[in-house]
C-alpha cells in the first residue's frame, strides 16, 4: 500500500531553519497538488502551503515570505523549506496530496501522511 511518509521535523531554536520532506514509500505513478497542512492539539487541521503539478504555490497568510514549498515531480516529493520560525509554527506537520494513482491504476483521494512534529523554542 502506497505511504506518504515526512521526515525533517526537529526541535529549532526561533529564527531558526528546518527542511520538510515528504516522499512515497510504495508505487506511485502519478500525484496531482501537494502540500503542508500543521495540526495543534485542540486546533482543526490548517493549511500551511500547497503546490500544483505545474508549480503554483499557494501560501497561509502567516507563513508568507518565510515558508517556501517546492517539489520534484519526477520523484512524487514535496517539500517544505521553513525560515525565520516562530514558536507559533509548533505543530504537527502533515504531508497531502489531494490524489494520486499508484502503478495498479488504483486512484486514491486526499491522501495523508502520518505527520512530522515540528517544534519552536523561544
Known amino acids: 500500500q502506497v505511504q506518504l511518509v515526512e521526515s525533517g521535523g526537529g526541535l529549532v531554536q526561533a529564527g531558526g531553519s528546518l527542511t520538510l520532506s515528504c516522499a512515497p514509500s510504495g508505487s506511485i505513478f502519478t500525484v496531482n497538488s501537494m502540500g503542508w497542512y500543521r495540526q495543534t492539539p485542540g486546533k482543526q487541521r490548517e493549511l500551511v502551503a500547497t503546490i500544483t503539478r505545474g508549480g503554483v504555490t499557494n501560501y497561509q497568510d502567516s507563513v508568507k515570505g518565510r515558508f517556501t514549498i517546492s517539489r520534484d515531480t519526477a520523484k512524487n516529493t514535496v517539500y517544505l523549506q521553513m525560515n525565520s520560525l516562530k514558536p507559533e509554527d509548533t505543530a504537527v506537520y502533515y504531508c497531502?496530496?489531494?490524489?494520486?494513482?499508484?502503478?495498479?491504476?488504483?486512484?486514491?483521494?486526499?491522501?495523508w501522511g502520518q505527520g512530522t512534529q515540528v517544534t519552536v523554542s523561544s
Open positions: 497531502n496530496a489531494d490524489f494520486l494513482i499508484d502503478v495498479t491504476g488504483t486512484v486514491s483521494y486526499d491522501y
